[in-house]
């Protein structure tokens, strides 16, 4: 069944490690073929070139190339739930650990979190921690870079997934954006932008901006929206719409 409203949020680099008990039922990525696939081979990426590729300690290099050379798709059914996975600002702001059962049914309607090494995964698939942002220079079969490997299999679900009128609501960075062929995607497609006040001046900071990402996504879930002038309701973490700086294809909130 198609959602009206689908907001997508970018993964963090930050993961729990841990299995945490959810009100939710499991799910299975989407597009496992697809990662078994790539992570056969980047189990040949060495220590030294994931060091290289990463700009990352030895330490994280070899914690890298070891997560891969013990991935299996086998685990992943003892796997954490995505939405539960990534422990970044956005996913503070989630707090998919404090979901009902309702929530987490909306949430695996409503939500996609975007994925270097799985493509795209609904909130409650499970999945085991990995390093790879979409951004690190790896060449596939399909080009030089992740964007290549993933753009056409990533553009075509999320498409699939908005009905025919809906909207894609762009919670993510632009680094991961991207991976979305926008130009070609037939669907309405809204950003949002959030200014924190500072004097007489607005001014976007990385972090703020992450954390209302995450609030807002958490606001589609509760609140189920279904227009634009729901989504104009957010008011979370002190925020509120300004309409002289919104248009038709971005929202602006202030606080």
């Not at 993964?11 to 959810?22: A, D, G, R, V, Y």
């Not at 060091?51 to 003892?78: C, G, H, P, V, Y």
């Not at 309405?188 to 007489?200: A, D, R, S, V, Y």
């Amino acid at each position: 069944m198609s959602s009206f409203f689908l907001a997508i949020l970018s993964p963090s680099k930050l993961m729990n490690e841990s299995f945490q008990e959810f009100a939710g039922e499991a799910s299975s990525p989407q597009f496992i073929d697809e990662t078994e696939a790539l992570c056969s081979e980047l189990k040949k990426v060495t220590v030294a070139e994931w060091k290289q590729k990463m700009k990352i300690t030895d330490e994280l290099a070899l914690n890298t190339q070891q997560r891969f050379q013990n991935w299996n798709r086998k685990d992943l059914s003892k796997g954490i739930p995505a939405a539960m996975l990534f422990s970044g600002e956005a996913f503070k702001s989630l707090n998919a650990k404090s979901f009902s059962k309702s929530n987490w049914k909306q949430a695996q309607s409503s939500l996609r979190i975007l994925s270097g090494f799985y493509g795209v995964l609904k909130p409650a698939d499970t999945v085991l921690p990995y390093r790879l942002m979409v951004g690190t220079p790896y060449k596939t079969q399909k080009g030089k870079t992740l964007y290549s490997y993933w753009s056409d299999t990533v553009t075509k679900y999320l498409e699939s997934e908005i009905s025919p009128n809906g909207y894609l609501l762009n919670l993510a960075s632009d680094e991961y954006f991207k991976l979305i062929d926008s130009k070609n995607f037939q669907r309405e497609i809204l950003h949002f932008k959030f200014f924190q006040t500072k004097g007489k001046d607005l001014k976007s900071v990385p972090t703020f901006s992450k954390q209302a990402r995450g609030s807002m996504a958490r606001f589609v879930i509760e609140t189920n929206a279904k227009s634009i002038a729901d989504l104009q309701k957010f008011k979370e973490e002190g925020y509120s719409i300004n309409e002289k700086l919104s248009d038709a294809n971005t929202l602006v909130f202030v606080r």
